[in-house]
């Protein structure tokens, strides 16, 4: 919403930015790129406002998030365990979460780290659902869980 207020002058809600996050945004440019009306309300006037952007505005309005996320995939490689390192790479890089939905990030995130990236099928409910599995079995996990007396 942000980018509406600094570009455009139009107020619009945290709803329909992410609406437009998730029907028009990317992390790469698209095969066909995608234009939408957008309304809100004219900070200057006051009055309520129409505007058309395009996946291309919305690209370069996520460019920053994208960008961020990017770089913590790198450190966060850097910082990996060689065993763990190898498994990744045969592997390769699994997405959870909203992002995982914003299109091209895999492919984005791919061409950064010379990695496969896959999404998880539910994202948006895959980090609960591994919480809860690891709760369900946390004998099995003892050997990685952070003890309360260790931060």
């Known amino acids: 919403s942000q980018y509406f207020r600094r570009y455009h002058n139009i107020l619009i809600g945290e709803r329909t930015a992410e609406m437009i996050k998730c029907n028009v945004g990317s992390a ?5 790129e995608i234009e939408i009306e957008v ?18 505005d919305i690209r370069k309005a996520l460019a920053d998030s994208v960008d961020k996320i990017v770089t913590g ?5 850097e910082k990996t365990p060689p065993e763990l390192s190898a498994d990744i790479f045969d592997r ?14 895999g492919e984005k ?16 409910i895959s980090v609960v659902i591994g919480t809860g599995k690891a709760l369900e079995n946390l004998s099995d996990y003892s050997s990685v869980l952070i003890k309360r007396n260790s931060y």
């Open 39 to 56: 309304k809100g309300r004219d900070l200057v006037s006051g009055i309520p406002k129409m505007i058309n952007v395009t996946s291309v």
């Open 109 to 124: 995130i791919t061409k950064e780290t010379n990695l496969p990236v896959h999404v998880a099928d539910e994202p948006l």
């Open 28 to 32: 790469m440019p698209l095969e066909e």
């Open 92 to 105: 390769g890089i699994m997405l959870s979460g909203g992002g995982a939905l914003l299109k091209g990030l």
């Open 73 to 77: 995939v790198l450190r966060l490689l």
